[in-house]
């Protein structure tokens, strides 16, 4: 028949290729065995994995709400000092997007104004038809505004959360000039954190002041209330209408009267402002009856959750905004703050903290539902325990492929490891279900975990390149866009290796040790119920395998070899 004849061309390579792999399915079978018999020494390797990811994540990698993206367009806000007039603001405006032109990604520039400073769009063409990537744009154009004065300028390279820096702590307090010291003074340590830039507060710089305080004693004395310095003081600066005129073309307009502005901003002007004494005809200068003092107020004042709040925000450069927000709020937990104040996130800074806890959470669910599912599918509670064990595996290759990547742990890389959870599980339960079948038979253990290991070691291997392959265009990103999905295949794919490797060689050994250790614990149990009350042979046994679980009976065992060993060794001496 056809089966028979003689393969040729690709035929015959992939006759090779099956003739091979079924070799070293083959091999798999006598790994396993090697492994059970130097069990001890994988799972020192595989905590030991553990633990070194972990500290490169803490120690290297970097957090962030989502992934950073290359819209092609960077942004550039301009605030100007609060008494600044609308040409200064154009002007300020106009020196940004001239420097912004000279950079060589530069397609063109948008700008508008406002009496408060204005924004200007920088087009940098598209990801794919420049060579630079938008973050070392934006860096040299940092660089070339820090040039100019006058305005506080920002680079906005980001548009994921909106037009708005991604690490903001927001001050609350009772009085808006004391929490102004405290914020600047916080601004002041904040420009020394490693990547934190374009730092600054949510409003604008305190604007000049005129304050007016009234002696109403003095003035009460005289006749004057303080309704009628208030009447006065509004005539000086709102003005008051006085009538009307025809205007040549024949409109009707108002006519107001009120101080000139350069009147209107000068202390000795308003000194003299005369109050008009009600009923007596007197006039008295404003300077007999009230102090007039000019000083720094805040430009506006925000409140939140009826306190008020000033936030303070930076961008980060050259390391993830979750490291800049970590190290921002230690120089804020340190600040000794007066009765009444304090601090918390805002911003994405405080999205990324709630999504975050919602997610973990969801994916603490997931997993218990997975117990609970392998529990009926095995029909053991012990069974799934070495699944369950497998999965935190899986963070060695995400967070490997994420520092090989330059990546960070941000949402979408999140969603990846949730992901994960189930790839991974479904390379484990291939191993047991087949290894239980062959128990069930009554196969001995270990040569069950040998069998089924080359049973399965075809598609767990298929399954596991099939995914890999699968999620390769997405990990590396072509196209526009596309940075912002990278971090999942990346997480996925990088997990996805190093469980699949580890899950050969540990499985097996992770099962047969609980298997034992549930055989050990069963026979104890019915050797205490001979002696014992059952229910209380089974509190005993169960306390038994919780602290075994939790590694307290080893660490317990430990100790207790250690002390003795000193002791024999003082005995000796």
Known sequence: GHANRPKRGLSRVLESFNTWFDHQAGRYGHVIAWALHHRRWMFLIAVASLVAALGLQYKFGGSSFLPRSDPGVLAVDVRTPASSSLDYARAKVEAVAALARTIPETKATNSFVTPGGGRIYVDIGKSTERRRANDLIAKDLRTLAARLIGAEYTVLEDFNMGAQKPVQISFTGVDARKLLAITNDFMARLRQVPGAVDVGLSEQDPQDELKIELDRGLANALGISAADAAQALRVAFAGVEVGDWVDPNGE?????????????????????????????????????????????????IQHADGKRT??????????????VTTDAMKIARAIDFPPGYGIELAGASKDQQQVFGAMLTALAYGVALMYLILVVQFGSFTAPLPVMLSLPLSLIGVVMALLATRGTLNLMSLIGVI?????????????????????????????????????????????????????????????????????MAVAIIGGTITS?????????????????????????????????????????TFGEAVLTLLMLRSLWRLIRRGTGFVFRRAAHV
């Open 252 to 300: 009707t307009r108002d006519v107001a009267v009120r101080l000139a502005p350069e009147d209107r901003v000068d202390a000795s002007n308003i000194e003299r402002l005369p109050i008009a004494v009600a009923g007596s005809g007197l006039i008295v200068p404003l300077d007999q009856i009230a102090t007039v003092t000019v000083g720094k107020g805040p430009s506006q």
């Open 500 to 540: 699949t490797l580890l899950t050969l060689l540990v499985i097996p050994c992770f099962y047969d040790s609980i298997e034992i250790s549930r055989d050990r614990a069963l026979a104890k149990f019915h050797a205490r119920e001979a002696r014992w009350n059952p229910f209380f042979a089974f509190v005993v």
């Open 310 to 323: 000033i936030s303070v925000s930076a961008n980060a450069q050259g390391r993830s905004s979750g490291e």
């Open 419 to 487: 992901m994960l959870m189930g790839l991974v599980a479904k390379n484990a339960i291939l191993l047991l279900d087949a290894t239980r079948v062959q128990e069930a038979q009554g196969v001995p253990r270990e040569d069950a975990l040998m069998i089924a290991g080359r049973k399965r070691f075809r598609p767990i291997l298929m399954t596991t390149i099939a995914l890999i392959a699968g999620m390769l265009p997405v990990a590396v990103g072509v196209g526009e866009g596309s940075e912002f999905y990278r971090p």
